[in-house]
């Protein structure tokens, strides 16, 4: 696994070095599928959500043999412009990652109806455009259950980047899988408003911490979440990472992880696109079923046999709820 962030970290490192916005592939061909990317806010180096993404794309290069470019907020003046951008590239499929782009999206899939789209994270109900989402919330009720049985303070915290759905189903799952097994346990939750500000994870953390005696922190903020991690190494807490193993960002403090798989969404998708011509749904959600969410490997702490047969009973009736385990309003 530690492999995985070398990887991804040397990746980011040499595209930025060669100034970013050349096409990742050398060898074109004119039957060679090309791939357009639109980054979430604060694109590349998140170690979550962007870089994710990036790490099914490279694997779509190297082994569908597709050719793929990116734009972020970095390169483009907006959403918008950076979506033009694209369209203008001649792109077979352009993605859009993220909640924050959904209207200059959706503005440029209906003036450009003959452009086949990607978007992940909202679902965007038009012709030329496929939609994935995934059912956060159950990965976070797995990882809120290690939260319950581990803390020893019954006071857990989460931090939110935006109040946005998107987060909400991060966060009401969570809160589930913590009073699943803690019936005393508080949480905290709090938004940070920003998803590119570890400055402000940190002080949010510090304050959990000193103020409400958190013991365990799930951050859900992008850039933001990776200073919770880092003050939660300071304060001698621990912490869970959020999408990707982040683990390695934080030896110290991450018990485990709540996974959510953008890179095998985006992967299978094109591995369709490459040998199909075409994208037969409109709208894929994913979910633990699915490989879309999990849990990531358990570290620093270890589960008692009582509490691995608990995770491993509510893990199953998860999996066997087919979706009524939950109602998370939107």
């Not at 595209?15 to 791939?35: A, H, P, R, S, Y």
């Not at 709540?258 to 994913?286: F, P, S, W």
Request: net charge negative.
């Amino acid at each position: 696994m530690k492999s995985w962030y070398l990887k991804i970290t040397l990746f980011v490192s040499c595209l930025m070095l060669v100034g970013c916005n050349q096409v990742l592939n050398t060898n074109e061909t004119e039957d060679q599928i090309k791939v357009g990317v639109l980054l979430a806010d604060d694109g590349l180096g998140d170690h979550s959500f962007n870089d994710t993404a990036f790490l099914g794309l490279m694997k779509a290069r190297d082994e569908l043999g597709i050719m793929f470019d990116y734009r972020d907020l970095s390169i483009s003046t907006s959403f918008k412009d950076g979506l033009l951008e694209l369209i203008e590239g001649q792109y077979d499929l352009i993605i859009g990652l993220g909640y924050t782009m959904k209207d200059d999206f959706e503005a440029i899939a209906l003036e450009f109806p003959e452009q086949v789209f990607l978007y992940i994270d909202e679902t965007v109900d038009l012709p030329n455009v496929t939609s994935i989402t995934f059912n956060e919330y159950e990965g976070s009720y797995l990882v809120g259950i290690i939260a319950g049985m581990k803390t020893e303070t019954d006071s857990i915290g989460f931090l939110g980047g935006m109040d946005a759905p998107v987060i909400n189903r991060f966060k009401e799952g969570f809160i589930s899988g913590v009073t699943a097994v803690n019936a005393n346990a508080r949480i905290n939750a709090e938004y940070a408003g920003s998803f590119g500000d570890p400055e402000i994870g940190r002080q949010m953390v510090s304050t959990m911490v000193d103020e409400m005696n958190v013991d365990v922190v799930f951050p859900a903020a992008g850039y933001t979440g990776l200073g919770a991690l880092e003050e939660a190494v300071a304060k001698g807490i621990f912490a869970i990472g959020v999408d990707t193993d982040q683990y390695y960002l934080a030896e110290k403090a991450v018990i485990t992880s709540m996974l959510k798989n953008v890179d095998v969404a985006i992967y299978t998708v094109i591995k369709e696109l490459v040998e199909t011509g075409g994208i037969a749904k409109k709208h894929i959600q994913l979910g633990i079923v699915e490989n879309g969410v999990g849990l990531s490997q358990i570290r620093l702490i270890s589960l008692s046999e009582q509490e691995q047969k608990q995770l491993d009973i509510l893990t199953g009736q998860l999996i066997h709820s087919t979706g009524t385990l939950f109602r998370i309003e939107e």
